[in-house]
């Protein structure tokens, strides 16, 4: 069984180093034409909440949850592991929506925050360049004001973090949340199975008691619940792309 996991498959995890004003300063970044070749084989990618009014509308978008009980919300990006279907091949993203996840890359936020207490940032290094494209610092060092808008997403990645489980954990608690698998058929014939997820039980969502259902809509619970259930639409999108994809691509025949 395939299983979506709530970060970024990857071969190799790229490496990262702390961003320095004055190491740094020559760095430029080509963000004309990114491209995301570490997420080829991404099958799930983090979502933070303030992103699934855009993103329901382009990946079904399901919670996991970690071994150490953490929920996330993801964005569905493939059917079997190793295979992003929203990249081309050149790497390049194919998708309606751009999550923040990659619009940040190649920065990471770091968890530990600096002597004065501000929060620093990390590049993966490869994908900068000291030739054409966007300078990372001014003249003076300050950061470009794109570098800035960089910077204040990957911090409502990193904050959302801690909504996103509490707003699950709630609709676990209210018994809403079932486990899911998906099967189903390529055009080649591999049958696929897709699992690790969880989704919302429509009829159990519609069946809340009116004071379960107002403390949930207080926290802003339900309206997470019901982008997350407009999502599933696209799993027949996504489930088409495999199909093209698989048509697309030969396989190796499978031993009697």
């Known amino acids: 069984m395939e299983m979506i996991m709530s970060e970024v498959q990857t071969k190799r995890e790229p490496e990262f180093s702390i961003v320095d004003k004055t190491a740094h300063r020559l760095l430029r970044m080509n963000r004309s034409a990114p491209t995301f070749p570490?997420?080829?084989?991404?099958?799930?990618?983090?979502?933070?909440?303030?992103?699934?009014?855009?993103?329901?509308?382009?990946?079904?978008?399901?919670?996991?949850?970690?071994e150490d009980g953490l929920w996330?919300?993801?964005?569905v990006t493939g059917v079997e592991v190793g295979r992003n279907l929203f990249l081309d091949d050149?790497?390049?993203?194919?998708?309606?929506?751009?999550?923040?996840?990659?619009?940040?890359w190649p920065f990471r936020l770091v968890q530990q925050p600096d002597a004065e207490g501000s929060r620093l940032i990390a590049a993966h290094l490869p994908a900068l360049t000291s030739g054409s494209g966007d300078a990372l610092f001014d003249q003076e060092g300050n950061e470009s004001p794109w570098l800035l808008q960089v910077m204040k997403e990957l911090v409502v990645l990193d904050e959302s973090a801690q909504i996103v489980h509490t707003h699950v954990k709630a609709l676990e608690d209210a018994g809403l949340l079932q486990s899911r698998n998906l099967q189903f058929m390529l055009p080649d014939g591999r049958q696929l199975d897709l699992g690790g997820f969880h989704v919302v039980d429509e009829q159990l969502?519609?069946?809340?008691?009116?004071?379960?259902?107002?403390?949930?809509?207080?926290?802003?619970?339900?309206?997470?619940?019901?982008?997350h259930l407009l999502s599933m639409r696209q799993f027949r999108q996504l489930l088409e792309r495999a199909a093209q994809a698989s048509a697309n691509v030969p396989h190796a025949p499978v031993a009697a």
Not at 90 to 104: A, D, K, M
Not at 217 to 222: I, K, M
Request: hydrophobic share 50%; glycine share 4%.
């Open 38 to 66: 570490w997420a080829a084989r991404a099958i799930s990618l983090v979502l933070a909440n303030a992103e699934l009014p855009e993103a329901c509308q382009a990946y079904p978008c399901v919670f996991t949850k970690s």
């Open 72 to 75: 996330s919300l993801v964005a």
């Open 90 to 104: 050149q790497s390049r993203w194919t998708g309606r929506y751009l999550p923040i996840v990659l619009r940040t």
């Open 205 to 227: 969502l519609e069946a809340l008691p009116n004071d379960k259902a107002g403390a949930l809509h207080a926290q802003g619970v339900l309206a997470m619940a019901y982008l």
